[in-house]
């Protein structure tokens, strides 16, 4: 992957010899070296405040009070909803989203299904668009995630998909994401079977070996493709 992202930037692969001359070898240690590179992290850690920030400045301010009041012109409770998730190195930290379902026992065990009478109206299409995923950003400002990174799953759930897959838990090697390399090519809602499971661990575990900034990009990229033409399991 970093030879095709080399190749598509500065037209020559990594391989092809003395071809690089220091400034640019510089951008390729940034952008492609090795994932403990302070460089590589801060450069991360600058694209997910930016993005939030122009989140919160061109989005959040306007959209957060109307979803806010459609939810509670539809259900009674809180706007938003909060949850215990693994995080990087398995440290647990609470992730927000509007809430979308009404209040019931089973919200960090039983995952959405079709048709699912926990989801409210207002929470169908909060989910069916991801909105309710929107304030994630606030996560990110703190730190406790990315714009991308591996999706985190509620500590059960994340304890049971452990039992079932060897080494799981090592897609925890990085942040958590608001989005990620498996919802980019359409993994996203109930996980209905091992084979979906496991090929969302292979898509995370890809991730945490190569992420870099253009990576990043292109799921984002990818995500909002696939909001727009597969969002049939997000519900």
């Not at 010899?17 to 640019?24: G, L, Q, R, S, Y």
Request: proline residues 3%.
């Amino acid at each position: 992957m970093e030879n095709v992202l080399v190749d598509q930037k500065f037209g020559r692969t990594l391989e092809e010899k003395n071809f690089v001359k220091a400034p640019i070898r510089k951008e390729i240690d940034i952008l492609y070296g090795q994932n403990d590179k302070y460089s590589k992290k801060l450069l991360k850690r600058i694209f997910d405040i930016g993005a939030s920030i122009f989140t919160l400045v061109f989005v959040v301010s306007w959209l957060f009070p109307i979803i806010a009041i459609l939810i509670k012109l539809d259900s009674n409770g809180s706007v938003f909803f909060k949850q215990l998730r693994h995080g990087k190195n398995n440290q647990l930290f609470y992730c927000y989203k509007f809430r979308t379902m009404v209040k019931n026992k089973d919200a960090d065990t039983k995952q959405a299904t079709v048709n699912d009478a926990r989801i409210t109206r207002i929470g169908k299409f909060l989910r069916k668009s991801s909105l309710d995923e929107l304030p994630q950003v606030f996560n990110v400002l703190l730190g406790n995630m990315s714009i991308v990174g591996p999706r985190p799953q509620a500590v059960p759930m994340n304890l049971e998909f452990a039992k079932e897959i060897d080494n799981f838990m090592s897609r925890h090697q990085v942040k958590p994401g608001i989005t990620g390399l498996a919802q980019s090519k359409g993994y996203r809602g109930e996980i209905s079977s091992y084979s979906e499971l496991y090929s969302r661990y292979r898509l995370d575990n890809f991730y945490v070996r190569k992420w870099n900034l253009i990576f990043d990009i292109k799921i984002i990229v990818e995500t909002a493709v696939s909001l727009l033409l597969k969002s049939d399991k997000a519900y």
